[in-house]
């Protein structure tokens, strides 16, 4: 249908028309009146075909009409960016459009100014437990990709989020966008909102199972491919590349990644023309030129992007991934090997996706199938709308018994049913503490009321609900962050800060037992990183069998540690050794260990340590502000150790790496040539400077633009946090 038939804003359909948009699909037609209207939707379509879209439509005619907010609520900050982007083309309509995913201990006011806000659902619940004074503005919530309800880290948080919502402000419109799922039903019913559930898809997807150098698809067609049978991936890569198309592969681990992007090096260069080739080699020459510190792994993603591949994994920086994604957007390199994660990402479509590994492992269970709903996520990639008429995803098949499993269990399956998972007792104690802490609920009947008004209460009995929130309550009682009053329950000071400080209830115990352990011990860096990397807050190191160092290590720190030390033969003793590999990682980050030493010492990989990094930096905030709340004298201890995981450096450093654009790497060569601190930088000519090693002219002359020198009026911003 074309978009002069749904009644929009006559400037809103001059911006979809500037972006060539002058249709709508099936489903968003079909969707986009109960929009519209005001009504709550679940919109459960394929990848690709159009869900944003008509979000998008329904906040801003909404908004432009009646005036009032939109939140966008998003699982992954990558997402949130893609979504901000997509709405920026509305501003000149006069909407402001903002973006939040970062510090989750401020009630953050800016975003008052903003009509349309994109951010994560733990931003999102980390805005309600500070109070928004604006809640009764929203007058749209979308709730993106809400079938990771499922998920056990980020689904009880975005389940409380539309709870909360539809309590405290029953007028906002509820507007779920997800791919299909086998229960969509369900969901729409628990929201009180229509569904629209299709599997049309503006690009055909044909699904098939390669075996015998034969495509056979679920259209029943076939599609011979020549060449070496025992080489189905090099075979597929290079039959979809003569045809101009590109190609995602997943794969079921980071080490495949690395391996496979390396192997099908010399398929895909062999394909590129003089052109593309020159391109790709002033890419690289332009990462290589950004980077302070080139470990072992950048390089061989670097040798792999120049041959027009890449690999893509939760262990690469973010910054790398974000490369990545975009020069394949671009069509400057054709294959990216990747884990599942990229299929719950930011959307890249590829003419053929090629799912290799149909089974993964499992440390319980040894190696077990994929969901069908991961498959069908993957295998939704295929096809580029605008650029393909057909998409396809295709498996590989070692036997012909093989090949009717996959089409049985895969191709023709239906993805399973999700379910909620606030039960779980971590989480509902985190979310019970909020709700008491921010007086949303008073008394144990309003505490059930909310809790009824979940998904998981849909889909649990009464008795086992409220048997879960009686052992929550107790834990948070026993434990002082909530005290009974005669009308009911009232969150204790320390309940309080641990709920703004968005962090696991358990883990505010430990911190807070650690902090009493620390009066009048000896202490260091360690003592503190080991009480944070042993909260369930932060995700252990896996312990490896060639890890015995650490265990051997425990004898001469452990009168260091501020947390007990568990019995040899129990099973949290292992956990404790996890807990304790972690934090030694963090202890070698600031003392300045290169960041291959602790790939390899740790077995781990960039991304990871940055996780850890980022991680370790918010329990210590949530330490320092513990210690100023109870009046401990280490408070200054915690803070320097802080801004030394923030920057991953010795404390000599923490005053050079204050200035813009200096890190660790830089700072050191600073401190090595004499320099101590920002003030013996003052007048120092930019030439001695930028002789310094990892220094240069440009850095130079950005350190003397920061005093204001060389006739430069530079602003003077020294900072307090830089990686």
Same mark, same amino acid.
């Given at each position: ?7 929009? !804003? ?10 060539? #948009? ?36 329904? $906040? @801003? ?14 699982? *992954? ?25 970062? !510090?989750?201990?401020?009630?953050? &006011? ?8 994109? =951010? ?17 503005? #929203? ?19 975005? /389940?409380?989020? #539309? ?10 419109? *509820? ?14 019913? +628990? ?8 599997? +049309? ?7 098939? @199972? ?47 990644? &690395? ?34 510190? $080139? ?29 990545? /994604?975009? &020069? ?6 054709? =294959? ?22 149909? +089974?993964?492992? %499992? ?26 008429? @057909? ?70 009995? /009464? ?18 962050? #909530? ?53 369930? !807050? ?32 129990? !099973? ?6 996890? %807990? ?8 070698? +980050? ?43 004298? =280490? ?13 991953? =450096? ?74």
């Amino acid at each position: 249908m074309k978009i002069d038939q749904f009644g929009l !804003d006559p400037q809103i359909q001059d911006i979809l028309k500037n972006q060539g #948009i002058t249709d709508l699909y099936p489903p968003q037609a079909a969707a986009l009146p109960y929009g519209l209207q005001g009504e709550h939707l679940v919109l459960s379509i394929p990848t690709a075909a159009g869900k944003s879209l008509v979000a998008y439509l329904t $906040i @801003v005619q909404r908004l432009i009409k009646e005036g009032g907010k939109a939140f966008y609520i998003v699982p *992954l900050r990558a997402l949130a960016r893609e979504k901000y982007e997509d709405l920026k083309a509305f501003e000149t309509l006069g909407l402001k459009i903002g973006i939040s995913t970062g !510090d989750l201990d401020e009630s953050d &006011v800016r975003l008052s100014k903003y009509d349309v806000i994109v =951010c994560t659902s733990e931003k999102a619940d980390s805005l309600l437990r500070h109070g928004l004074h604006w809640l009764d503005k #929203i007058k749209v919530m979308i709730i993106d990709e809400i079938h990771l309800i499922h998920d056990p880290t980020r689904g009880p948080t975005l /389940e409380v989020i #539309i709870a909360q919502i539809k309590a405290l402000n029953p007028a906002t419109q *509820l507007i779920a966008l997800s791919a299909t799922i086998k229960n969509a039903v369900e969901l729409a019913d +628990w929201l009180g909102g229509k569904l629209i559930q299709s599997d +049309w898809r503006p690009v055909v997807l044909r699904e098939g @199972v390669f075996f015998h150098n034969i495509i056979k698809f679920n259209d029943s067609s076939t599609k011979k491919i020549t060449g070496n049978a025992k080489q189905a991936l090099e075979v597929l890569v290079e039959d979809s590349l003569k045809g101009g198309g590109q190609i995602l592969i997943f794969v079921n681990n980071r080490k495949s990644t &690395v391996s496979l992007a390396a192997r099908l090096s010399c398929v895909v260069a062999d394909l590129l023309t003089v052109a593309e080739k020159k391109d790709l080699k002033k890419l690289v020459t332009s990462i290589k030129h950004k980077q302070t510190e $080139i470990i072992g792994i950048e390089q061989s993603l670097i040798k792999s992007v120049e041959n027009g591949v890449a690999f893509h994994h939760a262990g690469l920086e973010s910054s790398q991934r974000r490369l990545v /994604e975009q &020069v394949f957007k671009d069509h400057r390199i054709k =294959c990216i090997v990747a884990t599942p994660t990229l299929a719950a990402g930011v959307n890249i479509p590829a003419r053929r996706v090629i799912i290799r590994d149909l +089974w993964r492992y %499992d440390e319980n269970f040894g190696m077990t199938p994929i969901p069908i709903l991961e498959y069908k996520q993957q295998a939704g990639r295929a096809g580029r709308p605008r650029y393909d008429i @057909v998409g396809e995803a295709i498996t590989i098949a070692k036997d012909s018994n093989q090949r009717v499993q996959i089409f049985d269990n895969y191709i023709l399956g239906d993805a399973e049913p999700i379910y909620s998972k606030l039960g779980s007792q971590s989480s509902l104690r985190m979310h019970l503490l909020a709700a008491i802490a921010t007086q949303f609920v008073h008394d144990t009947k309003e505490m059930y009321t909310f809790i009824q008004s979940t998904f998981y209460a849909y889909q649990t009995d /009464e008795f086992t609900i409220k048997k879960e929130v009686d052992i929550a309550l107790e834990f948070l009682i026993d434990n002082q962050l #909530i005290e009974k009053i005669s009308t009911g329950y009232l969150s204790t000071l320390f309940g309080s800060r641990t709920s703004s400080l968005y962090i696991d209830p358990l883990s505010a115990i430990q911190l807070k037992t650690a902090l009493e352990r620390s009066y009048g011990k000896e202490t260091t860096s360690l003592s503190f990183l080991h009480a944070i990397c042993s909260t369930p !807050d932060i995700r252990s190191l896996y312990l490896r069998g060639t890890d015995s160092w650490v265990e051997e290590k425990v004898e001469h720190i452990q009168h260091l540690l501020l947390l007990d030390i568990p019995v040899k033969s129990s !099973d949290e003793y292992e956990w404790f050794l996890s %807990d304790l590999k972690t934090a030694f990682l963090l202890d070698d +980050w600031i003392e300045e260990q290169p960041y291959d030493a602790l790939v390899r010492k740790y077995n781990i990989w960039p991304g990871d340590v940055h996780t850890v990094v980022e991680m370790a930096e918010w329990l210590l905030h949530a330490t320092r502000e513990f210690a100023r709340m109870y009046n401990f004298s =280490c408070v200054s201890d915690i803070n320097n150790i802080l801004l030394r995981v923030q920057n991953g =450096c010795k404390e000599e450093l923490l005053n050079l790496v204050s200035l813009q654009g200096i890190g660790r790497v830089r700072a050191r060569a600073l401190y090595r040539e004499g320099f101590k601190s920002v003030k013996d930088l003052r007048n120092v000519p930019v030439e001695r400077l930028a002789k310094i090693k990892m220094i240069g002219k440009a850095v130079a002359m950005n350190i003397k633009q920061q005093f204001g020198e060389n006739g430069s009026q530079g602003n003077k911003v020294l900072r307090g946090s830089k990686r």
